[in-house]
């Protein structure tokens, strides 16, 4: 099993920045790939970023050239750096970790103010 812990949601207003973190734990030997993903309500979960372990990344649309993704691999820990952040941004943003099967964060929530 692997347990993800996410922190740095929170409000922000349009334009500004935040910075996301995920760090696994337990079996994380098995984890190939890391990345965060969202949802906004009446939406689906949408792929945001992700990285692989040879630090492979890649990117929604949506967030190209605003948000970077980065990961220290030994650690098992990703980042999401955010910036120029818009209202439509605005979601539940979780982590998601990949090797076999995929795991999970609880979520944060993400609030983008015009």
Do not use: H
Request: charged letters at 15%.
């Amino acid at each position: 099993q692997v347990q993800l812990v996410e922190s740095g949601g929170g409000l922000v207003q349009a334009g500004g920045s935040l910075r996301l973190s995920c760090a696994a734990s337990g079996m994380i030997f098995s984890l190939n790939r890391m990345g965060w993903y969202r949802q906004a309500p009446g939406t689906q979960r949408e792929l945001v970023a992700g990285i692989t372990s040879g630090g492979i990344t890649n990117y929604a649309e949506s967030v190209k050239g605003r948000f970077f993704i980065s990961g220290d691999n030994g650690k098992k820990t990703v980042y999401l750096q955010m910036n120029s952040l818009k209202p439509e941004d605005t979601a539940v943003y979780y982590c998601n970790a990949e090797g076999g099967y995929a795991f999970w964060g609880q979520g944060t929530q993400v609030t983008v103010s015009s």
